[in-house]
């Protein structure tokens, strides 16, 4: 059963970057999924913020673009979305998810000076 593990979330002040990692492992052929990251603010609903295709075409939330950048490692498992120039607004918690409908745990990322 395929499993999905984020890290890098924290504390980082307007302005700041971060790098989001999420690592599959547990079965499946990572190079087939599709991989996106979600985040959910406090008493909001989940929202797609970036997709990545098996054939590495990405899509973006209006919010992010030019922002955030989601790439991936298929000979790690691994899907990344680096946040630059972040804002309050982005704090949430982030979730990794696949095209099999495969969640993470997510981990928190706030935005505060």
């Known amino acids: 059963q395929v499993q999905l593990v984020e890290s890098g979330g924290g504390l980082v002040q307007p302005g700041g970057s971060l790098r989001l990692s999420c690592v ?3 079965g499946g ?3 087939l999924f599709s991989m996106d990251w979600y985040r959910q603010a406090p008493g ?3 929202e797609l913020v970036a997709s990545i295709t098996n054939g590495g075409i990405t899509k973006y ?3 992010v673009k030019g922002r955030f950048t989601i790439s ?3 000979a ?3 899907v990344y979305l680096q946040m630059n120039s972040l804002k309050p607004e ?3 918690v982030y979730y990794c998810h696949n095209n099999f409908n495969t969640w993470g745990r997510g981990t928190q990322v706030t935005v505060s000076s």
């Open 61 to 63: 939330e209006d919010s």
């Open 29 to 31: 052929i990572f190079l």
């Open 76 to 78: 790690k498992n691994t």
């Open 44 to 46: 909001k609903q989940r």
């Open 24 to 26: 599959a492992s547990g």
């Open 90 to 92: 982005d704090t949430a």
């Open 72 to 74: 991936r490692d298929n």
